[in-house]
C-alpha cells in the first residue's frame, strides 16, 4: 500500500492540455447547438467496431491513459448505446457487422452525435476494397465528423470528438 | 521416426527457416497429421484454394487444381501438407482432422464458407457465413440459463459473441461465436500487386503489425531470393520486440484494472504511452505499420534516435519491474489472478494451444529459441515458461517477456549493424510459393504466399495463433464464476481481426 501511494505522489499529474476543434474534421453540422445545449459540457461515448483492425481500437484506448485523460474533461465511455450521447465508429463496415451498427446507433437516444474514425471509417479505406466490406461509416449511418489517420492518434480523436460537440468549430 | 519418411519426401519451400512442403494423398492426409502429433509437432494452420484463384502449392504444378493445404510446426521447422482435390463434383471434400487436431475444426469451417470445399468432419456449422442465426450447443437441466454478449462488447474491443451457459453465477460452458469483423482479406491479396501485399498483411491484426508485415516479407523475399541487409534484419527485430513490449505493458495493466485495482491501468497505460511516443520519435510513427517492407525496412535510425528509444525502453522496463512488485504483494489483486481461468498443461496440449497462453500452461515453444530466423539465430532469448495455466501464469509470462524483449532491445539498438536498411527487390516468378513464420507478441504468426502473373499475388493465407487459442479460452472459463470472465478474457486477449480475416 505504501508503494502504491508512493508511486503515485512521485508520479505526480501528467495530464495534457486539451487540443483545440478542427473544422476541418466536421462533415455536417445539423444538430450542433441543440445538443451543446441539452448536454452541456459533459458527453457519453459508446465505441462500436464495424469492421476494424484493432489499430484504431489501440489509440481510443489510449485516451484513457493518464496524459489525454478524458474523464477529466467529463467525456466518457459508456457500457450501452442507450446511455451513449455520441458513437464513435471504427473500421470499413463489414457485412456482419451492418445489422449490429444499425442496431446500435438506432438504439442511441436522440439527439445523437456520430464520429467516424480512422482512414476506413472515413473513406473505407485499405479495408474497405475487401469483398466483404461494405466501406466507409457514413454509407450505412449518418456521420457528422470524420477523423482520418491509420490509425489516427488519440490527439486527433480527441480533437474529432471535441469538434463534435463544439457549436462554432 | 514415422516423421523421417514424410521430412525426407518432402521439397524445400523457401521464406521460414527449414520450411518444407509435401504433396500427399487422401489417406496420407491423415497419416502425416497423426504422425505429427505422436512426434509432438504442432499443427499451425490449415486453408484450400479459393474457388476462383487456380492457386497451386509445393507440390501440384497444374493451375487450376484445387487443393487444401495444412502447416505443422515440428522440431526442423514447417512442414507444408498439400491433398489435391479433384475439381469434379458440386463440393470436393477432404477428411477432416479435427479428431486430432480439434483447432482444425473451425478452419475447415471457415475454409468452407470461403472456397465451399468441406470436410468430413461432422461439425458442418458456417463459420464466417452469418446469413442465418448460428446453432449453438445447448446446455439442459435445472437453473440452467443462457448469457448472451455481444457482438457489440461493454468496452472499448472488437466485436464478438459469447453465449455463456451458467447456474446461478457458475459457468457451465462458453461457446464464441466470431467472423463479426470478416472483411473478405484473403480474397482482397488475390491480385494485388505483390511488392504491395506487406500493407495488408499489416493489417490483419493492427496489434500485430509487424509480426505479419515481418511473416509476409519473409515469405516473399524467399521466393525473390532477396537477401535482406543485416541491419535491416536488426531493425525489423527491434521493431517485433517493441510490438510485445507494448502489447504486454497495455495487458498488465488492464489485466490490473479487470482485477480491480484501477493504479496498475493508469501506471501502464502511461508506460505504454511514453513507449509509443519514443516510437513515433524513432519511426515517425506510434503504431509500427509499413515500416517492414519487402526488401528491408522503409526506415532508418540514427544512433542518436537509436539511444533516446533505448533510454525509454529502459525506463519503461525498470517502472514495469516495479509495478511487478506492487502486483505481487497486493493481496486483492493476487486473489483475482490465483487459480482463476485455469488451462491445466495435459489440456492445453491436447487442444494445441501455442505462443503465449501455452507458455503459460507449461508448453514451452517459442520460435525465436525453437527455429531461429534472423536475427533470431544470433541472439540468446531466454523462454518465458509457467506451469500454472491461471491468470497469475499468463501475467508471469507478460512480465518474463517484457523484461526479456527490453533487454533483447537494449542489446539490439546498442550494436545495430552497419549497412543499408533496405536491398531492391524483384517480384518473384508466376507459382512460386514461400511461406514466413514469426513469433509475434500472441504466438506464431504464419504466412503463405504465392505469386501469379506479372508480378501478382495469387493466394495469400495468414494465420493468427488466436485460432488455435480461443477454443481454450472456453475450457478455462469452465467452473468460473461469470464476473471472472472479462479478467480471464483478457489474460488470453485474443484477436478478433486477425482470425476473421
Not at chain 1, 508503494?3 to 453540422?29: F, H, N, Y
Not at chain 1, 446507433?105 to 445523437?112: F, G, L, R, S, V
Not at chain 2, 532469448?381 to 527490453?406: I, Y
Request: glycine residues 10%.
Amino acid at each position: 500500500m505504501l508503494k502504491t501511494l508512493r508511486k503515485i505522489a512521485s508520479i505526480g499529474l501528467v495530464s495534457e492540455a486539451a487540443p483545440q476543434t478542427d473544422a476541418v474534421l466536421r462533415v455536417r453540422s445539423a444538430l450542433d447547438e441543440r445538443i451543446t445545449s441539452v448536454l452541456g459540457r459533459a458527453l457519453c461515448i459508446r465505441h462500436v467496431d464495424a469492421g476494424s483492425c484493432n489499430g484504431c481500437e489501440l489509440e481510443i484506448q489510449a485516451l484513457g491513459n493518464p496524459y489525454y485523460n478524458l474523464e477529466g474533461r467529463n467525456l466518457r465511455f459508456v457500457a450501452s448505446p442507450r446511455h451513449a450521447d455520441l458513437l464513435l465508429v471504427t473500421g470499413p463496415v463489414v457485412r456482419n457487422m451492418e445489422a449490429a451498427l444499425k442496431r446500435v446507433y438506432a438504439a442511441t437516444p436522440d439527439p445523437k452525435l456520430v464520429v467516424a474514425v480512422g482512414d476506413c471509417g472515413c473513406t473505407g479505406g485499405i479495408l474497405g476494397e475487401c469483398p466483404a466490406a461494405l466501406g466507409r461509416v457514413s454509407s450505412v449511418i449518418p456521420v457528422d465528423v470524420a477523423v482520418p489517420g491509420c490509425p489516427p492518434s488519440p490527439v486527433r480523436i480527441l480533437q474529432g470528438i471535441l469538434t463534435a460537440i463544439s457549436a462554432t468549430a | 521416426m514415422p516423421m523421417r519418411r514424410w521430412w525426407d519426401r518432402a521439397q524445400p519451400v523457401v521464406g521460414a527457416p527449414g520450411a518444407r512442403g509435401l504433396g500427399v494423398g487422401r489417406e496420407e492426409w491423415l497419416q502425416v497429421a497423426r504422425d505429427v502429433a505422436a512426434s509432438g509437432g504442432a499443427f499451425l494452420s490449415l486453408w484450400t484454394t479459393l474457388n476462383d484463384d487456380g492457386a497451386r502449392g509445393p507440390a501440384t504444378d497444374s493451375p487450376g487444381d484445387t487443393a487444401v493445404y495444412c502447416a505443422y510446426l515440428t522440431d526442423q521447422g514447417v512442414l507444408i501438407a498439400e491433398l489435391a482435390l479433384p475439381r469434379e463434383g458440386e463440393e470436393p471434400t477432404y477428411p477432416g482432422l479435427e479428431e486430432i487436431f480439434p483447432a482444425a475444426s473451425r478452419l475447415q469451417r471457415a475454409a468452407s464458407d470461403l472456397s465451399g470445399m468441406r470436410s468430413s468432419d461432422p461439425d458442418t456449422r458456417p463459420w464466417l457465413n452469418h446469413e442465418r442465426p448460428y446453432e449453438f450447443i445447448r446446455v439442459d437441466g435445472e437453473g440452467v440459463h443462457e448469457i448472451a454478449v455481444g457482438p457489440v462488447h461493454a468496452g472499448t474491443i472488437e466485436p464478438g459473441h459469447f453465449r455463456f451457459s451458467v447456474v446461478g453465477e457458475k459457468v457451465l460452458r462458453l461457446e464464441a461465436h466470431l467472423g463479426y469483423v470478416h472483411k473478405g482479406i484473403e480474397r482482397r491479396f488475390c491480385g494485388l500487386p505483390i511488392l504491395e501485399g506487406h500493407r495488408l498483411a499489416a493489417r490483419v491484426s493492427g496489434d500485430s503489425a509487424v509480426a505479419f508485415s515481418w511473416a509476409y516479407c519473409q515469405a516473399l523475399e524467399g521466393m525473390s531470393g532477396c537477401a535482406v541487409p543485416r541491419r535491416a534484419v536488426w531493425l525489423r527485430a527491434v521493431c517485433l520486440e517493441l510490438e510485445r513490449l507494448a502489447n504486454h505493458v497495455a495487458d498488465l495493466g488492464a489485466l490490473g484494472n479487470d482485477a480491480g485495482f484501477a493504479f496498475g491501468l493508469a501506471q501502464f497505460s502511461r508506460l505504454k504511452e511514453d513507449l509509443l511516443r519514443a516510437i513515433s520519435a524513432a519511426f515517425g510513427r506510434r503504431y509500427l505499420f509499413d515500416i517492414v517492407v519487402p526488401g528491408g525496412m522503409a526506415v532508418d535510425l540514427s544512433q542518436e534516435t537509436a539511444d533516446a528509444l533505448a533510454d525509454t525502453v529502459r525506463a519503461v522496463c525498470s517502472e514495469a519491474t516495479e509495478l511487478r512488485g506492487i502486483y505481487d504483494e497486493h493481496e486483492g489483486v493476487r486473489d483475482r489472478f490465483t487459480a482463476a481461468g485455469c488451462l491445466e498443461t495435459p489440456l492445453a496440449a491436447r487442444l494445441g494451444v501455442l505462443g503465449l497462453v501455452g507458455r503459460a500452461s507449461g508448453l514451452g515453444r517459442d520460435l525465436r529459441v525453437d527455429v531461429p530466423w534472423p536475427p533470431y539465430t544470433e541472439l540468446y532469448v531466454a523462454k518465458a515458461v509457467q506451469q500454472g495455466g491461471d491468470v497469475a501464469a499468463r501475467v508471469a509470462v507478460r512480465f518474463d517477456e517484457a523484461r526479456e524483449s527490453g533487454r533483447l532491445l537494449l542489446q539490439l539498438l546498442s550494436a545495430l549493424p552497419d549497412g543499408e536498411r533496405a536491398a531492391a527487390m524483384d517480384s518473384p516468378a508466376d507459382g512460386a510459393f514461400g511461406v514466413g513464420l514469426v513469433e509475434g507478441w500472441r504466438g506464431p504468426v504464419l504466412v503463405a504466399l504465392q505469386a501469379g502473373p506479372e508480378g501478382s499475388i495469387r493466394r495469400c493465407h495468414p494465420h493468427d495463433p488466436s485460432w488455435q487459442n480461443w477454443p481454450a479460452l472456453e475450457y478455462a472459463i469452465m467452473g468460473n464464476i461469470v464476473p471472472d470472465f472479462p479478467l480471464i478474457n483478457k489474460s488470453f486477449n485474443l484477436a478478433y481481426s486477425g482470425v476473421d480475416l
